[in-house]
């Protein structure tokens, strides 16, 4: 049996005003709880939940991609951000699974970096994760303290996704500078982390550090990801690659489900990563049997290593412009 997640009732009302807050101070505004409470009960959570800001990357003009690929022991380009070996699809060789963020006008230099032709590209065309806050197919018991997927109403969740009309249009690019990246880099380490604290690590005060959070940063904000991650050696990671009609509607439903983590979306296409039970995985089959989605790597099982890597910003940002450092990369890969 699955060990759910376990979290007290005042825990789950400060993660569900967390992933909507950029401050301690917002999230004494959403709950009503005194501010030493909420500073001791985000405290305790750090060493269970990840709890991070999470930047809208169209916004930086930067685009998300998942790159299904023969496994390589070669060293990856500038902008990635994860590489996972794959089991599951083929028995013969190992697949890989590879995530970045490269600038969007620079995508196909990017694959053109790896060490062998793509098997399959997802574009974050929509990047969608888990948020307590509204996650309609998420179930908090008071009585036991676990987080529970509410299954009986995914149906009438994926209708409502269903009608929705897909997004094309690309966000407005905001300006960004040095500063603005190296506030991010903290922030993304830890969402509540003290401009006070940044100003230390980075050596900047924190006057100029205020006015960069307020003038530039925040406009980044997607929200803060809550990472309810689960015992991975009892309930591995998977991925889903989704391709057909259905696929943005099903991707963007899953994500309401609690450890189903985040989503990309692109046109028809969508990339998943999650930590489902055994009774989720066999409702998901069910569910998309009925359908216009397909699964053309059918199930994967990730491979026991989930560190997050924070793009190094500043390494590929001069004069004001992402750059894709070709010749570096070239010059490591023949060291």
Known sequence: ????????VKEWLVLKAAC??????????KTGLKPYTVTRILNRLRGRVAIWFQPNYRKMDLLPIAIITRFS???????????????GFSKERELELITAVPPERDVDLYLSLLSGEPKYVVYGYEYVFWRPSNARLTLHLETEGRVHPLLSKVYEVLSNHLREIPQRTPPKTETVDEIDLKILEEKQEYAFKKLREISRIVGISHQVLSYHFRRHVRKLWAGN?????????????????????????LAKTLVEL???????IDKEKAYVVAQPSNNVREYLN???????????????TMELKMKRKIPGYIRFFRKGKWVLPVEEYLKAERS
């Open 1 to 8: 049996m699955v060990s759910l997640m376990k979290i007290k």
């Open 20 to 29: 909507e807050s950029l401050t301690i101070g917002d999230i004494v505004e």
């Open 73 to 87: 022991r070669t060293n990856l380009p500038p902008f990635t951000t994860a590489d996972r070996r794959l089991y």
């Open 225 to 249: 990801r809550i990472g309810l991650f689960l015992d991975a050696k009892t309930v591995p990671f998977r991925v889903y690659i989704f391709e057909g009609r259905d696929a943005p509607a």
């Open 258 to 264: 609690p450890y189903f983590h985040g989503a990309f």
């Open 286 to 300: 069910m569910i998309i049997k009925e359908l216009d989605v397909y699964m053309p790597f059918g199930e994967l």
